[in-house]
């Protein structure tokens, strides 16, 4: 049997999994059975624990498996499209969006990112706008978890059950991932793991399971990344091979100008994660966005740097993307270049770890905003107990799962593709949120106008950029572009000039309910 079908990198994955239904019971013990401190932890999360929460929800598979596969492609220009701008966008969004939303959460005691938006515009059919709108951008977000963990298994498992699982025929008779773990059953593996202890402790357990997990990835991040580089020869080696074989991906010849200006926009999109809205909502006072802002920005740079060179390194020493699919190169370069099998496991937990660090705060987040913007809303607030609240919260976020679980199974699109799609819809929505706090004379037919204006658009981009080339068999080179723009340019565009312009046309709000959300407490 070779070497690659040692069942021992497995086994140290599944020790990991097993170690987080651990922590799920630990944090069991602190949850105080209520539905307030199932959604928000009793808004009670101190500095590092915020920060750790905030970081690793917001690390994805797009982070680490989607960058990796995109640097393979386009070279080092992918770090300056999302990592260094989302270092400098994502803490003074922190800073300026992130404080006073939590100073108004706290002060009208909301819970969700949907009940903010009703009482600020107050319109409740807002709402019911929203939910379906955030639901399905979250959905995506969810998708990419899921599709990233799956390729990230496959391809460390390949050869270690020949006679279970036959991997995927090409019609030249070439097979792939032959003897691997096939995604289904990673996809079905990480749900499950992640609802279990968030059944148990809500969000509180998925702010202690995002702390373990932060660690987890970037501590083994680093040393994939040192152990990589020393199996190339070191980082001279493999850098000079990349100059030699691939000089154009060293600069960002392959990015257009406008491209590389427009992308970033897309890091706005933090303000409007109603996920990470929610997170804000734990702080147990203001000054715990310190930390989490200055952090912040060297936390990605230790996450991104490894990532995009091991990429570049891949692209620079010929290695072919299994398939075609930069989602696998990650796990390739993990799976033939380390060969100690324990190294390997480690190495491939820490990728699981950043990917379902993501995914816990997510369910928590949908769960939270169906019971409370939309059976509560209906039915009142009184019409259930606490107890019923929290079985609605979970039951919700069980279909959420089987519904992306279901997805997962269709062909896959490439990792980072599809989160861009995915963030540049939430940072459309930037301006409703950023007016809605700052501005004065944002009115409620503006803000329906921007939301409108804003699906529509994105809507018909997505479906000509992604969906229709993928329904004809069209393998896109690169970003679908607008005038050499990211799409994202055009959607935050027609969604800020619809809520500026309704909003002078109408009838401002009237000024002592204003004056509430522009003046909130910030202790």
């Known amino acids: 049997m070779p070497e690659s079908a040692d069942l021992t990198p497995l086994y140290v994955v599944l020790v990991y999994l097993g170690a987080l239904i651990g922590l799920g019971c630990f944090t069991s013990f602190l949850f105080r059975g209520t539905s307030n401190d199932y959604f928000l932890a009793g808004r009670s999360i101190g500095p590092v624990l915020l920060l750790m929460s905030v970081f690793g929800t917001t690390m994805t598979a797009f982070a680490l498996v989607g960058s990796t596969g995109k640097a393979y492609e386009l070279g080092a220009g992918v770090y300056g499209l999302m990592a260094s701008s ?14 006073r ?9 909301f819970s969700t990112q949907i009940q903010f938006f009703r009482a600020r515009f107050q319109s409740v059919n807002l709402g019911f706008l929203l939910f379906p709108i955030l639901v399905g951008l979250v959905i995506p977000y969810l998708l990419i978890g899921i599709l990233g963990a799956g390729a990230v298994v496959r391809g460390v498992t390949q050869g270690m059950f020949p006679d279970t699982f036959a991997g995927t025929a090409l019609p030249s008779g070439k097979v792939l991932f032959a003897g691997a773990v096939p995604p289904w059953v990673t996809g079905l ?18 702010a202690w399971a995002n702390a373990f997990q932060t660690v987890v990835f970037m501590i083994t991040g680093v040393i994939a990344f040192v152990l990589i580089s020393d199996a190339l020869g070191g980082a ?32 706005l999109s933090v303000g409007m994660f109603p996920h990470l809205f929610q997170h804000w909502l734990t702080a147990r006072s203001a000054k715990s966005f310190r930390l989490t802002a200055v952090a912040h920005p060297i936390f990605i740079m230790i996450v991104w740097v490894p990532c995009i060179l091991i990429g570049i390194w891949a692209a620079g020493m010929g290695m072919e993307a299994p398939g075609g699919n930069p989602n696998a190169i990650l796990p390739k370069m993990v799976g033939s270049l380390l060969k100690d099998p324990y190294l390997t496991g480690l190495l491939t937990a820490g990728i699981l770890a950043a990917i379902m660090s993501s995914l816990d705060s997510q369910f928590v987040c949908l769960g939270t905003m169906f019971t409370h913007d939309i059976v509560l809303q209906i039915r009142g607030k009184d019409s259930f107990t606490d107890r019923q609240k929290l079985w609605m919260g979970r039951s919700f976020i069980v279909a959420i799962v089987a519904v992306t679980y279901g997805l997962s199974l269709l062909q896959p699109p490439k990792i980072f593709d599809l989160a861009v799609w995915c963030f540049s819809g939430f940072a459309s929505l ?43 068999g069209i393998e896109l080179e690169g970003d679908y572009l607008v005038g050499g723009m990211m799409p994202v340019t055009l959607i935050f565009a027609a969604s800020a000039l619809a809520l500026i312009l309704v909003s002078l046309l109408t009838n401002p709000p009237p000024k002592d309910h204003v004056d509430s959300f522009m003046i909130p407490r910030t202790r």
């Open 101 to 109: 939303l939590w100073a108004i959460g706290k002060r009208f005691d």
């Open 236 to 267: 001279s080696a493999a850098s000079e091979q990349v100059l030699a074989n691939t000089p154009d991906l060293v600069g960002r010849e392959r990015i257009g100008k406008l491209q590389f200006l427009t992308y970033g926009l897309v890091p």
């Open 86 to 99: 989302s270092a400098i966008v994502h803490s003074l969004v922190f800073f300026t969006i992130g404080i």
């Open 430 to 472: 930037f301006p409703l949120v950023c007016a809605a706090v700052y501005w004065r004379r944002a009115t409620k037919a503006g803000a329906y106008a921007s939301i409108l204006v804003m699906i529509t658009s994105w809507t018909y981009l997505f479906y000509r950029g992604l969906i229709e080339p993928a329904m004809n």
């Open 189 to 206: 593996v990480v749900c499950c793991v992640v609802l279990f202890y968030i059944f148990t402790g809500g969000l509180r357990a998925a």
